[in-house]
């Protein structure tokens, strides 16, 4: 009996260690699954599919930190589609050692790639700030990386960078023009440091102070840009009265009407193919369009815009009716489903021209100074870029500079008729 009882634990204590050897062997399987998951997700980065890229990058998401070491690695590889996703995805997942290749990045040769990194950079935020404020310090840096620097840490809009921006903007010439753009972006915090500026011996770091303060619109800087327009060097005084208007102008409620059905995109290379076919839906537009320009019409610019979106701008001071909006909407929707895009979305906004003819040459040098070459077409008298000049995500340095560009295209074109 006992014998009988022994041999019945012996099969049962069995087939226990048998479950566990299946369990185990499971989850040995699934472990050493999950690495050459990631492998293949990674190795799908540069899908010719648009939605697979994307798809791969939510799943390496998702997988989260067994996925930085080898994200990293890839940022050194030749291709520049693998290097691009895989920096936004490291920019997702927010993981702080991907600061430093991230930073490396800003400087590749690829702008899109460059581009991912600077995004990536500003989404890890706040652990950013000082490895990125080390560099901006350091003169002996590239200057170029100290730029790509300046306008992460603008995206950031961290406290901390704010005096080591003003330092670097009283000592070295060669950044002023960037950081008077990009501090213009750097929050409230800024202006009194800025307001502070008006006394520095520099016209140049005057002049940048006003730019920048005149961006932040804050009312704070009313009264210290009202006194630099008696300053004795003129470009500061032009500068501050640009700052004037820039704060009256952002009080403005431009709004009109919005149409439509925004997007939103996970991935840049999604934003880019939305780029196009809203690209594309202004150029089928145009000859329906030419009744409703300037001057037999109300609208003296439109286009896609960095907002996913096509933008409509109407002149400043005329009254527009809901059936004129609809009508020109209906042109735009048109041709969107001429191509298979339905509610495509339009924003209609009241626009002026900036014909001040002392502000415009100076305008003019800026943009020379602070951009890289932008291949405008003038096209259909006040179009605004074409889709092979997008280049940046919303937080785009420059972009402000860009815009007023396309404006004062516009403004000359009316000017001339």
Known sequence: MEIEKLKIHLIFFSLIILQLSIFSGFNVASAASDEPDIKTLIEDLNAQDVNVKAASVKALVEAGEPAVEPL????????????????????????????????????????????????????????????LVFILQDKNGDVFLRMKVIAVLAGI??????????????????????????LGLMGEPAVEPLIQLFDD??????????????RLGDDRAIGALTDALSDKDE??????????????????????????????????????????????????????MEPYMYPQGLVISYGWSIENRIGVGILEGLEVNNST????????????????VDDVPVIFSYTEFPVDEEILPKLAEDIEKTEEPVEAEETNKTDERSAEDARMPVSTPG??????????ISACVVNRR
């Open 157 to 182: 809009k961290d406290e901390r960078a704010i005096q080591p921006m003003i330092r670097v903007l009283k000592e070295e010439p060669e950044l002023q023009a960037d950081l008077g753009y990009h």
């Open 201 to 214: 011996d520099d016209p140049e770091v005057r002049v940048r102070a006003a730019e920048a303060l005149g």
């Open 235 to 288: 470009t500061v005084r032009v500068f501050a009265k640009m700052g004037l208007e820039s704060i009256e102008a952002q009080k403005k409620n431009t709004l009109i009407a919005t149409y439509g059905k925004e997007r939103e995109f996970y991935i840049e290379d999604q934003r880019r193919a939305w780029y196009h076919q809203l690209d594309t839906i202004r150029t089928l537009a145009r000859d329906s």
């Open 399 to 408: 972009l402000g500079i860009i815009f007023v560009l396309e404006v004062l």
């Open 72 to 131: 990293i690695k890839v940022l050194n590889s030749k291709d520049p589609e693998i290097r691009e996703n895989a920096a936004i995805t490291l920019g997702k997942i927010k993981d702080e050692r991907a600061i430093d290749p991230l930073i490396k990045l800003l400087t590749d040769e690829e702008w899109e790639v460059e581009s991912a990194a600077t995004s990536a950079l500003v989404e890890i935020g706040e652990p950013a700030v000082e490895p």
């Open 325 to 340: 909006l609809d009508d020109i909407y209906n042109i735009f929707d048109r041709a969107g489903k001429g191509i298979g």
